[in-house]
């Protein structure tokens, strides 16, 4: 695929949101594109797509050439709208932006708050401390990024110091999820920790009663959890949010 014919299918994309949303199509920055490689690698990565390999496919940069899935051609195109952004104040601080990794075709979406220091600098999520713990606790109920779940956050970019996020910058930030989300199409919705339950659900209902209790989002079921960090200030909280991810994982069962 050419430059010229990525730039058009961006527009399309782009367009038909802006339609649907404000009724008219708004002013944006063109997107850089080069064109798909027609090399014997090119080719081989066409045939062996996240989805059909059951693979996951790292979209935390911008693409060098799209694959022919849809979905993964609109989730690549978001990616690079994520890293040129600058809605709010966060894109002359960051590092990197973070627009999320795992497969295409998730069981699951794990939604946090935002980067941390780490996460800024890979342009990867959950990849510190609490991230790891967070691979584990996935593990431990069978879900993973590397086959059935996408990881995410409702903040793109980092706020200075690791500061709670600004209504402003959620509500600058939350439309991308939401595009996350729709193209994805998951089974459940993990969130983990208060800030990204309460901005998503503009809640103010402290997580030490929410969490385990079941919702929607997006008309997806919705389960919020303790943050990892959380968990890793006090481990008093390791069991209650064992028993939460058993009843999610339940759930989930009778979902599929």
Not at 151 to 179: Q, T, Y
Not at 209 to 223: M, S
Request: with cysteine; hydrophobic share 35%.
């Amino acid at each position: 695929m050419t430059s010229e014919e990525k730039q058009k299918i961006a527009f399309f994309l782009d367009t038909a949101e802006d339609v649907l949303r404000d009724g008219h199509r708004k002013d944006r920055p063109d997107y850089l594109f080069i064109d798909d490689s027609p090399t014997p690698d090119h080719a081989s990565h066409i045939e062996k797509t996240p989805e059909s390999s059951g693979e996951k496919k790292d979209i935390s940069m911008a693409p060098e050439f799209l694959a022919e899935s849809p979905r993964l051609d609109g989730l690549e195109l978001l990616a690079a709208e994520i890293h040129k952004c600058a809605a709010c104040q966060l894109c002359s601080t960051r590092t990197k932006a973070v627009p999320g990794e795992g497969v295409t075709n998730p069981l699951v979406i794990v939604i946090g708050e935002a980067p941390g220091a780490d996460e800024d600098r890979t342009g990867q999520p959950f990849v510190g401390r609490a991230g790891q713990l967070l691979d584990k606790m996935l593990a431990a109920i069978d879900l993973s990024r590397e086959t059935n779940c996408f990881i995410a956050n409702m903040l793109k970019c980092r706020p200075p110091e690791n500061r709670d996020p600004r209504p402003a910058e959620i509500s600058a930030c939350v439309p991308f999820l939401d595009r996350q989300i729709d193209l994805l199409r998951p089974r459940a919705i993990l969130c983990v920790g208060r800030v990204a339950m309460h901005g998503l659900l503009h809640t103010t209902e402290v997580i030490g009663k929410a969490h385990g209790q079941w919702t929607l989002y997006r008309n997806i079921p919705f389960f919020p959890i303790y943050h990892p960090s959380a968990i890793l200030r006090d481990d008093s909280l390791r069991r209650p949010t064992w028993e939460d991810l058993k009843l999610f994982r339940a759930k989930v069962n009778e979902i599929v």
